[in-house]
């Protein structure tokens, strides 16, 4: 933490000091020094020496005009008020001063000033442009109205804000959060005099000090920030933005990148089609997401046919497809752009709602951040986040954790005594108090033959739709085993985990018989591989062990020894661990209890074996839905109920000789709801082992 005392000591030292050494100077090398500073992007250091060459020339009032816009330019509102108030009703040499002036106030946290000048300022301007701009003074009035409101109705108690430690906010800009889960987070910073991408890892409440992100391709002197990975995180798309004397954030020239991971390593940045990165445009913001086998790229851009200023505009490819051909960028509409400019989107599929920041929507300081539900150019109205959210200064790069209780954001505003000015950008935390009712999943992952809690989990989460199509949500890499998801009533979901050295494993889960909060989710059993695993038999009565201290006892939902497995929250725990452990199945009416006995048996071969492959495990199973298509190819669907568990297999049969099964596994395989499929052996009617 900045420890504000000292910092104020020492400021006012060097002050004194500066004061000192600035009033020898006359006002000519105040203005010439001034010009100077500016030209090299020193806007701090200008906007002292405007202001010096002012008070020794009142007369000159171009000195406390550009005083102004240096402060402005490093976001110093009480200052630049400070400044152009002395020109605010000068429309003739500065015709937009007076809506200026006010939005310094405004964005001061002076709302009934700002409202007060911008009815002057209305009055008094006589452009040509007079009608648009009536309307940018109408638009401002209401954000000083909605600030009032929100004055009266006071801040959001449920969330709570938190100012990220030293770790992570320097003195320079810290922006463009990239949480993974709720231990891990990637930013961009300005602390080593460019703009660079930095990773930082929380133990406890303590976030690790932030170092440069490991394996990444080198990049020569300009700036790289603004990332996003796909779900898949096999491509990174960034931004890179030209070298210059200072950062301009978001006013410097910047082009959309893709780098591709390789191994551990990641290929050499490609730049994005000329299409995307228009020429003498700033293409900046990227946030990926997957929708079924398409990507889409959202982004901010001032490129030509916007509504104004920078807009968020969209992109999509085919997931398949190796090539970065992308479709021609299409404008995410009139619901979200404005004449202003709105920037750093981020797309929340569980909430299918798009968060990013606008000047240019009713706002309650410049930039505030907004939601509206929908996708691509299809969007309700957006609604402002509000208070503690948003403030009278600039906030930004709004995104949540995977686990829905919290996330991150970006502003420029005071907090208290760790940030005591407005001139620079840091990274804020945001919490929900645990009042707030959320819909969850969460549990967490062991090893199946230890019951040792794993860890560096990879855990992606799916919704299922009535077609039964997979719609990629989110996707973690959880440090502790714990995974956490948020999700919403009344869908259908699928989790997948995955570890270097084990088996994959799915975990299917409905929340559409639960109209009232709950929390879903269950402890998940990953099986390492071993040696010669491919030619071996895995035997499926391992699960059937009784609960020990060794063997820790189910509390809620329960995966079903790694295969797919529905379980309700309603249902009695104790049970629960008896249906995992010593499972009943259902054989034609009848009840037996054991490991391996199914209701529906293809022309079973007395006294020798046969096999099948089993494809997916579910609660639900319809043989005309369209995922079982091409698979029907392969030969017979097959089912088998287990009634304990509410859950049908669904196997293709029958083989004769496991090579036979093993040439249409590897087919099974390549279709995308089946890539866990395995073979089992069947002797006389009786399920034996699974044949992975």
């Not at 006071?154 to 990239?178: Q, W």
């Not at 490991?214 to 933005?241: M, Q, V």
């Not at 090539?323 to 404008?331: Q, W």
């Not at 037996?592 to 046969?610: F, H, L, M, Q, W």
Request: proline share 4%; aromatic share 12%.
């Amino acid at each position: 933490m900045k420890n504000p005392i000292i910092l104020s000591v020492l400021l006012t030292f060097l002050f004194a000091i500066n004061v000192e050494a600035q009033s020898k100077l006359s006002w000519r090398k105040h203005a010439k020094l001034a010009q100077e500073l500016y030209n090299q992007g020193q806007f701090a250091d200008a906007a002292e020496h405007y202001r010096s060459a002012w008070k020794k020339k009142t007369k000159k009032t171009e000195f406390t005009y550009k005083a102004g816009e240096s402060f402005y330019a490093i976001r110093d509102y009480r200052n630049a008020a400070d400044s152009w108030q002395h020109v605010k009703d000068d429309l003739v040499n500065y015709p937009l001063i007076g809506l200026r002036y006010a939005r310094c106030l405004k964005q001061n946290g002076d709302y009934e000033a700002a409202s007060s000048e911008l009815v002057n300022f209305q009055a008094k301007y006589q452009g040509a442009d007079k009608s648009l701009v009536s309307s940018i003074v109408q638009n401002e009035l209401r954000g000083c109205e909605l600030a009032a409101q929100y004055g009266v109705k006071g801040t959001d108690e449920n969330i709570i804000i938190d100012y990220l430690s030293s770790n992570i906010n320097t003195p320079e800009i810290e922006f463009a959060p990239m949480p993974f889960g709720d231990e891990a987070l990637y930013f961009s910073s300005t602390m080593g005099k460019r703009a660079e991408i930095y990773r930082s890892i929380k133990s406890g409440n303590i976030w690790s000090k932030a170092t440069p992100i490991e394996n990444f391709p080198k990049i020569e002197d300009d700036h790289f920030c603004n990332g996003s990975l796909t779900p898949d995180a096999s491509r990174f798309y960034f931004t890179i933005c030209k070298s210059v004397e200072s950062w301009g954030g978001m006013t410097s020239e910047c082009e959309l990148y893709v780098t591709r991971r390789v191994g551990k390593s990641w290929t050499t940045p490609e730049r994005l089609p000329d299409y995307l990165n228009e020429v003498n445009a700033t293409t900046t913001h990227p946030y990926v997401i997957h929708d079924n086998d398409t990507e889409i790229l959202y982004f901010a851009s001032n490129r030509d046919g916007g509504m104004g200023g920078m807009d968020i505009w969209y992109t999509t490819r085919e997931i398949k497809s190796e090539a970065n051909d992308f479709t021609l960028p299409i404008n995410a509409g009139s619901k979200v752009n404005t004449i202003g400019d709105e920037i750093t989107p981020y797309y929340n599929q569980v909430e299918d709602v798009i968060y990013f920041a606008s000047n240019g929507q009713v706002s309650i300081g410049g930039y505030d951040i907004f939601k509206s539900k929908g996708s691509k150019a299809r969007w309700e109205q957006p609604e402002n986040l509000g208070i503690p959210i948003n403030s009278s200064a600039d906030d930004f790069f709004f995104v949540k954790t995977t686990s829905g209780k919290g996330g991150f954001l970006v502003s420029n505003r005071a907090y208290e005594m760790e940030k005591v000015t407005t001139t620079d950008e840091d990274i804020f935390a945001f919490e929900y108090e645990a009042t707030e009712q959320r819909w969850v999943a969460k549990g967490e992952i062991y090893n199946k033959e230890s019951k040792e809690i794993l860890k560096d989990i990879e855990v992606a989460l799916y919704e299922i739709d009535e077609n039964s199509q997979r719609r990629f949500l989110d996707k973690i890499v959880t440090a502790t085993g714990l995974y956490e998801f948020e999700v919403g009533p009344a869908k259908h979901y699928v989790l997948e985990v995955q570890k270097d050295g084990y088996f994959p494993k799915s975990y299917e889960f409905d929340t559409r018989e639960y109209a009232e909060y709950d929390d879903f989710g269950a402890p998940i059993f990953l099986e390492a591989y071993y040696e010669g695993y491919q030619d071996e038999a895995i035997t499926s009565n391992r699960n059937d062990r009784p609960t020990t201290a060794a063997n820790p006892p189910i509390t809620n939902k329960q995966q079903n020894g790694g295969e797919v497995a529905t379980i309700s929250p309603k249902s009695n725990p104790s049970k629960r661990a008896e249906e995992v452990f010593n499972p009943e199945m259902h054989i034609n009416g009848k009840t037996a209890t054991g490991s391996g006995v199914e209701d529906s048996i293809s022309s079973p071969k007395k006294g020798r074996p046969y096999y099948k492959i089993q494809i997916i495990a579910l609660s639900h199973f319809n043989a005309k839905q369209t995922r079982y298509s091409a698979v029907k190819k392969l030969g017979e669907l097959d089912t088998e109920y287990l009634s304990g568990k509410g859950l049908y297999r669904v196997l293709i049969s029958d083989y004769v000789t496991i090579n036979d099964a093993m040439n249409d596994l590897d087919k099974a395989r390549e279709y995308r709801d089946f890539h866990d499929a395995f073979i089992v052996e069947y002797r006389d009617g009786k399920r034996i082992r699974d044949i992975h």
